[in-house]
């Protein structure tokens, strides 16, 4: 998951405006995370975000992921079940 407090965006480069998506209640998982959840690779969830399964989010070259949508993924089809 992501760190959002102040000195970590500051050392990350990445201004105010850009944070206000992640300033809010919302869990945030990168491509990495995200596979580790699913116990899929980092290209499984790439391809799987490239079809349009998952939705994920850009900031700066980062790609997240929120965890409740892919929760709900899980509970309404077989993400887990088939390949990708």
């Excluded at 945030?28 to 580790?36: L, R």
């Excluded at 980062?62 to 887990?80: F, G």
Aim: glycine fraction near 8%; proline fraction near 1%.
């Amino acid at each position: 998951m992501i760190n959002t407090d102040k000195k970590s965006v500051k050392s990350n480069g990445i201004g105010p405006n850009q944070t206000r998506l992640f300033n809010n209640r919302i869990k945030w998982m990168t491509v990495k995370d995200t596979a580790k959840y699913l116990g899929r690779t980092e290209n499984a969830i790439r391809l799987l975000i490239h079809r349009g399964v998952l939705t994920s989010y850009k900031l700066g070259r980062r790609t997240y992921l929120k965890i409740s949508e892919i929760d709900e993924q899980l509970t309404t089809s077989n993400l887990l079940k088939g390949g990708c």
